[in-house]
Structures are given as structure tokens and as C-alpha cells.
């Protein structure tokens, strides 16, 4: 269901009891191009205590900020009292806050398009930071001061990047300016994990090779990774950094220059999950053990959930090799991701062997004879298995 009609119907209902009520922010922002917003924020008048009577289900996330969450018709909608941030302390979230006006309020916020505000029930905008006007020439411009906007948040920086590779809009030069100079104050004000949700988010856009590129010109890349600090950015621009695979590989890919360990070490700072890292390692261990490897063990590693992810990072020959053995043997690798050999261990014990470790040995020389002679039928492998 369109959230829109029930945005519409929390807005009549602050309205009802004297207060004031818009869409804010983002919605806003993507309702003026013609976009679907994936949410619905609202700000008004009224206080928590106000609006919380109202409605039947709410979550209380954010009452020191003047936020709670209404839940009508399995939507969940955040509610903000207009206010002004008065003092921020830790590059990260406002320490004293006041309730103020709707002008104020958009004062506050970080960029331009996102500072409006939608009378729904006029169809009004409310535009006190000339956001409309950065629409239409598609820019990225701070709220104000923008040395303000980015000591007050420093994830706004990358945010400010975000948003310009989501749109193809390009970035206000005062904002750029400011940008280069409080990168190196990213850390540690700004958490490793937030940092990720924000790749994530420009990964989910498909926009992160454009975004990294302009985090490196604007000298965050350098802040997150320190072996990036001598590096060109037309050099990493010149890299090949695939765009479809996990945001773990293209960080791998970036700093394909520094050995493994190291970069395992600044990588895995973003707070990865376990299968990310283990993706990642993976994919450092792939080409050696390629080289290496009989066709089994080629096989076996086909046969990983991690191998397409990790196959795109390979050098172009070795791919379209393993591209090639995939094709060939495609039913041996199947049967190896579905773990269904030929040859099970209860048909060992049939054939005399006693339980031990010698099952495992065998039924590991009954797929070597499978895939080498591409056999498909048991009696077979096992009557070579077994000669007489």
C-alpha cells in the first residue's frame, strides 16, 4: 500500500488539535522528481506528549530529539517537533536542542534538497533554504555554512557524496572545499558501522566505483585507508574496480596495491560481517590455490558460494579458464554444491571397508575417479574403485 494516503491521515489528525504538519526532508525532495520515496518522514508543531495520545501504536526512539515512530496500516512513520540544534559535541549528534519554527528547523538540516517542506493537504512547499532552486540545477549544496553543517556531523560528508552519485548531481564547490578540509576529522567521530551503512547505501544505488573515486579527490578515502594517502586519484580512477560484486571486494579492489594482510586489517575496521570477511579471504587465497590445485580441488572451489563473487577480481585468463572448466563441469560441480556424491559412505561399508578415517579417503579417490573419467554411474566408479 502507498504510504502516501496514510501520511495524508497522521497529518489531518496533528493538524485537528491546532498543530502544524508536513512531509520533510527527503520525501520531499524525491516527490519534486517524481520519485517514490522509500519513507515518509513528518515534522510539526506539536510536542511527543501531543502527538503519542493520538494514535494507537508508536515506538519511542528519539524523545530526547523530539522523535517518536507511528505505526498506522504496517507503516512505520518518524514524527519530529521543529526544532533547532544548539550545541554538538561529538561530530555526531546535537547535545542541546530547543523547539523552534518551521524555518528554523530547515536551518538545521544538511543540504538543500533535503531542507523542504510538503503541505500535503495544500500541495505547498515550503522552501526556506533554496532547495528547489538546486534541484533544477542538480547540486549538492550544505545548509548555510557548510563548515557548520560537517563540525556539527561529520558523516554528512560522505552523505554529501552519496547523494551526488545517486542523482548524477554534482557538488556546490564551497561544500567540496569544506569537505577536503574536515576529511581528516572523520574519524573517530563518525563509527566505522555507520560508515558502512553508507557505502551499502551507495552499493544499493549502484554508484560506489563513482562514489570512492570522489571520496579520494575530496581526501576522505585517505582518512579511512592510510595506504591510499600517496596514491593519484586518475590512478585509482585507472583501476578496474567491479561494480557488481560486494562492497568488500571493491575495497579489495582499491587497494589492490597493498598486501593482504594490511589490507585485511583496514578492511575489516568497517565492521564486516563474518561471511564478508570470509569472502574476502576467499578471494585472496583464489588464484594461488587455482595455480596450485589438482582438478579436484579446482572443482571444489568452484563449487563455493564465495567463487562468483570472488572470480571477478581474478586476472582475465585465469577467469575465463575457470569460466571454461565451469562449463565442462558443470554436473560434477553441481553435485559437489549439493553435496550428492556418486559414491556414499554406506556403499563403502557394503563393499567391506570398516568405519574410520579410511571412508573419508576413499570417497575422496571415488570423486577423483568420477571427475577425471567424467563418470556419472556408481557400479562403474566403484568397480574402479575396486578392481578385481
Known sequence: MDSFPIALKIIEKLQQ??????????????????????????????????????????????????????????????????????????????TIIMQSSPEE????????????????????????????ED??????????????????????????????ARFEFSID?????????HAPTLLPAVSFERILQEFDKIHKDGNL?????????????ATLFPPLKETDTLALEALEKPENVPVVLQLKALLEHVCDEERFHWIQRLRFSQKDLDLLLFSDALLLKLEKGNLQQRLHLYASPFFEDASFLLPKEARGYCLDELQIYNEQINRIKGKKPLVTAQDLIEK?????????????????????????????????????
Open 17 to 94: 488539535i491546532g498543530g502544524v504538519a508536513y512531509i520533510a526532508g527527503g520525501a520531499v525532495r524525491d516527490f519534486l522528481m517524481g520519485l517514490q520515496p522509500s519513507d515518509i518522514d513528518i515534522v510539526t508543531s506539536l510536542p511527543v506528549d501531543a502527538i503519542r495520545p493520538l494514535f494507537k501504536k508508536t515506538i519511542e526512539v528519539g524523545i530526547q530529539f523530539g522523535i517518536i515512530i507511528v505505526v498506522e496500516d504496517n507503516h512505520k512513520f518518524e514524527i519530529a517537533t521543529f526544532r533547532t540544534d544548539l550545541e554538538y559535541k561529538d561530530g555526531r549528534r546535537p
Open 105 to 132: 528547523d530547515a536551518k538545521r538540516r544538511d543540504f538543500t534538497i533535503n531542507g523542504m517542506f510538503l503541505n500535503p493537504l495544500t500541495n505547498e512547499t515550503l522552501d526556506y533554504v533554496g532547495g528547489k
Open 135 to 164: 534541484l533544477k540545477e542538480r547540486v549538492i549544496r550544505a545548509i548555510g555554512n557548510p563548515h557548520d553543517r560537517f563540525r556539527e556531523d561529520r558523516l554528512r560528508m560522505i552523505r554529501a557524496i552519496r547523494y551526488a
Open 173 to 181: 564547490p564551497l561544500t567540496q572545499e569544506a569537505i577536503k578540509e
Open 209 to 221: 566505483k563513482k562514489a570512492l573515486t570522489t571520496m579520494h579527490r575530496l581526501g576522505l578515502l
Open 352 to 388: 567391506g571397508l570398516s568405519p574410520g578415517p579410511q571412508i573419508g579417503a576413499y570417497l575422496k579417490k571415488a570423486e577423483e575417479i568420477a571427475i577425471t573419467h567424467k563418470l556419472d554411474d556408481k557400479k562403474e566408479i566403484l568397480d574402479r574403485l575396486f578392481p578385481t
